[in-house]
């Protein structure tokens, strides 16, 4: 059976073609307003350093957030959308990458693997958060179901999670090419010439105090983001030869509908349903295409009060199409409605 034939959305190639052309000059800009004040803001936290350190903490939320735009920017390159020659959207993605601890090649495959196979439940284990159905919890031995529970903690998730990424990021995917293992290398390399460069101008210290508050932030806020676009109670899954990508990019994604400057920091990737559907896009289009076609406009939305109530949600149950929490599984289990 043909995609179009069993998707609601039969007309979305079309739908999103007209904004598929990047912009040098969009990027530019993009870039000109993103990097510099990026670079600028840690600046400016060393300077804070002397006066007062929990300036310098308020600092780090406004230089997390430029940093949490250069990963988008790094983002679109990844998907030859940012700009219009693939050289150039290496060269930005690799730059951007170093400026963000992630390898640009590594991640970009990982990435592309990930849109390949959001909402597939046989396709899992890309890219993504793991989440397991209530089958397969169940069958787990309690070590298994008492890891499964220590990973989807929001301390955990959030608050380890940056660190576990920067150190994944450094050694790469088990199941890595050469060319992929190449990258993470030269990022690994280039990343420690700047830090040992940056720890011998300004201290060792310094540095630390200025890029680990940083780091963390803007780690844990691009987790955040990724989880709620995807981990929502009535988000999509499928078996494999069920499942539908047009249906999965735009019922599986939710649109995170946050206030205009936030959208800004974030590259607008709270449009996550229309970057799924056509990952080509450049993020300083996503909005347009949203506004302007009405497929998009009955998808998901999730504003910022709303999204966390995602946090309870743990659980995929395949019987009733949705996600559940550990309250919402036991009070099932004692029911007998899930087995």
Known sequence: MSEES???YQAWREVVARYQKPSVRAAI???LTTV?????MLGVMYWSLSVSYWLTLGLALVAAGFMVRTFIIMHDCGHGSFLPSRRWNDIVGFVTGVLTLTPYVQWRRDHAIHHATSGDLDGRGHGDINTLTIREYLALSWKGRLWYRIYRNPIVMFGIGPLWLMIQHRIGTRDSGRKEAMNVMLTNLTVAGVVVTAGLLIGWKALFLIW????????AAGIWLFYVQHQFEDTYWADHGEWNYA?????????????????????????????????????????????ENS???SVRVLTIRESFRTI??????EDRQELVGWRELRRRLRSGSST
């Open 247 to 291: 249906t999965a990019a735009i019922e599986g994604s939710s649109y995170f509908k946050l206030p205009r400057p936030l959208e800004w920091i974030t590259g607008h990737i709270g449009l996550h349903h229309v970057h799924h559907l056509s990952p080509r896009i450049p993020n300083y289009r996503l909005r347009r295409c949203h506004e």
């Open 312 to 317: 309870r949600l743990k659980l995929w149950d």
């Open 29 to 31: 800009v993009q870039l």
């Open 212 to 219: 680990f508050p940083v780091f963390m932030i803007g780690g």
């Open 6 to 8: 069993t998707s609601p």
């Open 295 to 297: 497929m998009f406009h």
């Open 36 to 40: 510099v004040p990026f670079l600028g």
